[in-house]
C-alpha cells in the first residue's frame, strides 16, 4: 500500500494485547473504520491471516509460541469488505529488526486528520514506553554537479508591508513569480523549483551529457524574465501594482542531494544566493565557476561578495546591448 504518512514508534516488548489495544484506540478515534482484520506472520509461514475474531488470533498466538515474527493489522471501512479494500490504513508491530525495517509498531496511512494523528499519538506516548535514539539519524546525501540560479523580486518585503497589501494579493504575486520561472526554464525543466522567501532557486543536477544544454536554457530564460516579470505585473490581475525589478544569480560546482524533500546542499547555491541578493535589478550575474558562458552574450563584471571579496562574474544587462565590458560594482551581500 502507497502511504503519504508512515510513523514508528520504537516500542520494545509489545505483546498482541497491547498491539490490539492500539488498533483499537485508532478505531475508536476513527469511526469509519468498521472492522479490522489481524495477520500475525511466523517464521516461514502465517499464524493466522486476516482474521478479525481476536479470540482466534489469541489462540494461533498461544499454539505457536515463540515463533512469531511480527503482527499486521488492517483498518477496513466496510465489515464486508475484502482484503485489499482497506481505508488506506495500516499498523505494522516488529518485535526484531525484520527486511530492513526497524523494530517497533509502524503506522501507514494515505491521509489523516491532523488533530485526530495527534490524539492517537498522544495515546501512544502517554501509554506505551518509547525507546530512546541511541544516535542521530544522519544522511550525508549523494555527491553530484549542479547548477543553481537563484531569482528574487527587488523591493517585495517593503511593498508587501503596505496596508493596502494583503497576503491573497501577495500570493498572487508569488506564484505569477514561480509559474514565471518555471516556464522560462521550460526547454530543459530544472530538477528542483522551490520558494526561497520572497525567491525562487531553480536546480539543474548535471553531468558531462547535459551540462552545457542546462547552462543554455538557463542563461537564456534568465535573460528574458525582467521582460516578461514586467509584461506580467503590468497586466489587470495585479492593479494595485507590483515591485517590477527582479535580479539573479547563478553558480555550478559539486553539492550533494538529501532525499528530504529531493533537496540540494552545496556552495553553489550559497554562492548563486549572494550574487542574487547584491545584483541590481535586470541583472544577472554569473559565477566565473559556470563554465562555457562567454559565447551567450554576457559581459565581465567585478562584484565585491562578502566573506569572498572581489569576485569575476559574467554579467547579462538586459538595459544594454551585447558585448564585453567591463564593469566593477562594490557592494556587500
Request: proline share 5%; aromatic share 12%; net charge negative.
Amino acid at each position: 500500500m502507497e502511504s503519504s504518512i508512515h510513523r514508528h514508534y520504537p516500542i520494545p516488548n509489545l505483546n498482541f494485547r497491547d498491539f490490539w489495544d492500539i488498533c483499537s484506540h485508532y478505531q475508536r478515534i476513527h469511526p469509519k473504520y468498521k472492522s479490522i482484520l489481524y495477520t500475525v506472520e511466523g517464521f516461514g509461514m502465517n499464524i493466522c491471516q486476516d482474521e478479525g475474531d481476536v479470540s482466534k488470533v489469541l489462540q494461533a498466538i498461544a499454539d505457536h509460541r515463540n515463533q512469531v515474527r511480527r503482527y499486521i493489522a488492517r483498518f477496513y471501512i466496510s465489515p464486508h469488505s475484502e482484503p485489499g479494500d482497506y481505508g488506506n490504513a495500516k499498523m505494522v508491530y516488529l518485535p526484531e529488526q525484520t527486511d530492513f525495517m526497524d523494530p517497533g509498531l509502524h503506522f501507514y496511512t494515505e491521509s489523516d486528520n491532523k488533530l485526530l494523528l495527534y490524539n492517537f499519538e498522544d495515546f501512544i506516548f502517554n501509554s506505551y514506553t518509547i525507546a530512546e535514539q541511541e544516535s542521530a539519524e544522519i544522511e550525508y546525501g549523494l555527491p553530484c554537479e549542479i547548477l543553481a540560479a537563484v531569482i528574487d523580486m527587488r523591493g517585495f518585503s517593503a511593498f508587501c508591508e503596505q496596508p493596502s497589501i494583503e497576503s491573497p494579493y501577495t500570493c498572487g504575486l508569488m506564484t505569477s513569480f514561480y509559474n514565471m520561472v518555471r516556464h522560462g526554464f521550460k526547454r530543459f525543466p530544472a530538477d528542483m523549483v522551490k520558494f526561497l522567501g520572497d525567491g525562487v532557486l531553480a536546480v539543474w543536477q548535471t553531468d558531462s551529457k547535459d551540462r552545457d544544454i542546462a547552462i543554455n536554457v538557463c542563461v537564456e530564460g534568465l535573460s528574458q524574465m525582467p521582460i516578461a516579470w514586467r509584461r506580467i505585473v503590468r497586466g489587470p490581475e495585479f492593479s494595485h501594482g507590483a515591485p517590477e525589478g527582479i535580479g539573479s544569480g547563478v553558480s555550478f560546482g559539486l553539492a550533494s542531494k538529501v532525499s528530504i524533500d529531493n533537496d540540494y546542499i552545496g556552495r553553489p547555491i550559497n554562492i548563486a544566493s549572494r550574487l542574487c541578493g547584491i545584483c541590481p535589478p535586470s541583472k544577472t550575474y554569473i559565477d566565473k565557476a559556470v563554465p562555457n558562458v562567454g559565447g551567450l552574450g554576457v559581459k565581465q563584471a567585478t562584484v565585491r561578495l562578502k566573506s569572498f571579496g572581489d569576485q569575476k562574474v559574467w554579467m547579462i544587462d538586459n538595459m544594454m546591448s551585447s558585448g564585453n565590458v567591463t564593469a566593477t560594482f562594490s557592494m556587500n551581500a
